[in-house]
């Protein structure tokens, strides 16, 4: 877990490269992600750098296989397998690279061509096929004597128009126009018909019985329509509104039924030869398609990872004759000798005689933050990298985050039964993920879980480890060990309890503790008592102890993240921050909340309902229970209390008697004493927070200045441009090289001053404000329960359970079904999000805010490996 704890060691490199051996080692490189390469040509833009005609030539190259791939899922024709990211990467030679570009050009040539030539085919069988519904249809048209009422109609409405009708309107013989127009569109197109020709046309139809294809190949449903006319100026509005509702119009459809009979032959013989064409056409276009699909995951392999190394040739320079490449990378230190390693396998192939250069470099550059993971450990280091990117070599929360992020969502999540239901949805991812990753599902909203699915496994397990301790399985508490309560009354007592109480009304029994708690047995061996799950003031009980377990679970977890902050000022080498930062903030933690927390323990263990002594004290009974909440404001105010619960040290008349307000009384001896001590530790600590580091400033400054005082000469060399310092007898080589940041070793007091100041006021007031939003554990567990409560009373006893009979059998199947559905909509899915959601919050404010700055920025390699997964 050492790259887990702490991120690698990073080595910046330069690399020294021949020209044409470059490409060859990069690719070689690119089979590990070990390198990160920084671009040495920040100021050049993409258009002017080596490389970008290789990166248009595979850019046309990818292209292509888009367009193809596009092809192949139009015909519903499979792709076999996928594009493995992993296994071997092997980049084709470069006469084989000629060879498949040339196949891509030809392809697509060949696959434009018969798209050109299919969609000519179908047009002109589109046009073959109307072209005999309009033959069939003008058949019948003139059998069923369509001719001669459209001549009486006509002349019908000659006589009765008169002089109302256009001049020349209705001159010239009787004459018809048949055509073709979508069947949507054939009721308006005869109303304005009728219109536009002043009711002088006579207009009929017929619906095509089977559908046709439109231009983009859908299928629509035509009808055939024929209008009768007389003149010239009829026959042009016709064509006219024809153009305008897009029908076509056939002109020159024969007069005889023998000349449209051997015209419907002549067609049929066409479209048989049609149909033979467009089958043979769409076959070789199958053919040509399968053997691409073939192929198509593995040429976007080689085209995707070829172009990704030229992008990275890209971010080299030239030597100053043009003969080598140098380039600059971050490399972990475990990898540097694999990768000089993968650097002389690349030269070799390459056939080069001048051997690669690896140098390690000095820089003041802060290294990328890289943290080795697994696929387990990735979740929980993502959930850390969401807040901010670790600064190099600091303490990584990523390996407590895998412990603690599943059992603060469990404390909030509490219930065996739910727990059991996401344990089991965990468990399904992981043991199907093989399979699940095979059949490559790109829906968003299961990528999300299934790459949660260590993570879900984890919270499932811990909510059954809550739901036992709260015992707690779908709102009912299960018995295991028995109860440590008894019955202390007899069965008279209780019959006439019974026979005393209207029929119908409710009876509450108080048992008291002294008397129904048997303190022998002890407590429940495991969890919360099941007793308390039938008990009126359950809420009152659970809610005291769930608030308090939340205030020791956060105040324990913060001390823990400062604990943290020690080991991250150690590796740093920063005494300052140790002695001005960490000991004072453990300090004022324990001074007041951690010794919180050790009342609340004592409170649990000691003070119950019977008279007893404490720590040297008598305590009285349950009313005198110290008040923790009171007690810590009395503590912060030094407000003077009496100590002891009774007055003397005898009973009067077998009484104690009490002190006013007994539960305020100081209950172990020297109580004010050690708390006054506690305070005055913790207000103490405040100015040390502040001022301590401010002040080691200040005296490191003064130390700097006294030691640089003396004898101070310089010698300069004009031709190298260096200079030399000497001081006191020293000397201190100065180079004019580039500065590459690192380090914000010129802070002045000011910034100092103001970074601490907010960081004490920070601290101090986040301890107060962090333990209390711990307190969201409490409020979304008994959320959690009550809800589950009410959904088992509402589905279960009120719904389906009383009823009896055959109905009621019926009914419990019913209810079941809605019951296990609100369960996994409600209760898993919605209150697990909710409380995934407050278990990352109490994570990136509450737990790493203590120790974590997150100012890094990640490594991000060079791998064929990533460059093949954004393709997929």
Known sequence: MGSLTRSEEMRFCQLIVEKDAAFNI???????????????????????????????????????????????????????????????????????????????????????????SDSQLKSNYNDLLEWDAVLDKTDEFFQGGVDDQA????????????????????????????????????????RVLWRACH???????????????????????????????????????????????????????????????????????????????????????????????????????????????????NLFTFDGIGRFFVGECWIPLKHVEAVRQAIEIGAEKSGSSVKPVLNILETSVTPPTYNETNKFTAVFQGIVDSYGIATYRELNPAPYTIISFPFLFSCMFGDLG??????????????????????????????????????????????IYAGFIYNDLFAKSFNIFGTSWRNPYNMSEIEGWI???????????????????????GPYPYGVDPIWNIAENKLNFLNSMKMKLSVILGITQMTFGVILSFFNFRHNHSKIDIFTVFIPQMLFMFSIFVYLCVQIILKWLFFWTVEETIFGQVYPGSHCAPSLLIGLINMFMMKDRSPGFVVGTEKENGVWKEVDGCYLSQWYPGQGSIEMVLVIIAVLCIPIMLFGKPIAFILEQKKKAKESQGNVSVRANVVSDNSEIIINGGSKKEEHKEEHGGDHHGESFGDVM?????????????????????????????????????LWHMVFVTGGLGVSGTLGFIAVFVVFFIFFVLTISILVLMEGLSAFLHALRLHWVEFQSKFYLGLGYPFVPFSFKTALQDVE
Not at 759 to 773: D, K, Q, W
């Open 499 to 521: 026979s005393g109480t209207a029929e119908g009304k409710e009876m509450l029994v108080e048992l008291a503790p002294e008397k129904s708690y048997q303190h022998s047995m």
């Open 199 to 313: 009711h002088t046309a006579y207009v009929r139809s017929s619906d095509i019985e089977q559908p046709l294809e439109d231009a983009n190949g859908e299928k629509v449903h035509k009808s055939v329509f024929i209008v009768f006319l007389k003149g010239d100026r009829m026959r042009s509005i016709v064509e006219k509104v024809s153009d305008g509702f897009k029908a076509k119009l056939f002109k020159n459809c024969p007069k005889t039924f023998k000349e449209r009979q051997s015209a419907r032959n002549d067609v049929r013989a066409r479209i048989q030869d049609l149909q033979t064409v467009l089958g043979q056409t769409r076959e070789h276009r199958f053919r040509v398609l399968q053997a691409a699909a073939n192929n198509q995951n593995q040429w976007i392999k080689q085209v995707r990872m070829i172009k990704s190394v030229y992008h990275m040739l």
């Open 754 to 790: 103001v970074h601490q100041s907010i960081h004490t006021i920070e601290y101090v007031l986040g301890c107060v404000s962090h333990t209390a939003s711990y307190l969201r554990l409490w409020a979304l567990s008994l959320a959690h329960a009550q809800l589950s409560e009410v």
């Open 26 to 116: 990069v690719a070689e490189i690119g089979k590990q992600p070990y390198v990160q390469f920084k671009d040495l040509n920040p100021n050049v833009n993409s258009f002017q750098r080596t490389f970008v005609k290789d990166i248009r030539r595979f850019d046309e190259m990818e292209r292509k296989l888009r367009f193809l791939e596009g092809q192949i899922q139009k015909d519903e024709i499979n792709i076999p397998g996928k594009i493995e990211a992993s296994g071997e990467y092997n980049i084709l030679p470069t006469s084989e690279l000629n060879q498949l570009e040339s196949t891509l050009v030809d392809l697509e040539k060949d696959v434009i061509n018969m798209n050109g």
């Open 151 to 190: 001549q009486e109609e006509l002349e019908n409405i000659e006589d009765d128009a008169g002089e109302l009708v256009p001049r020349g309107t209705n001159k010239g013989p009787v004459n018809y126009i048949v055509g073709i127009i979508q069947r949507e569109r054939l009721s308006g197109f005869e």
């Open 418 to 463: 739910h727990g059991v239901i996401m344990f089991m949805a965990g468990l399904w991812f992981v043991l199907r993920e093989k399979n699940l990753i095979a059949r490559n599902i790109k829906d968003e909203i299961f990528t999300m879980f299934f790459g949660g699915r260590y993570i879900i496994l984890l919270m499932g397990l811990f909510s």
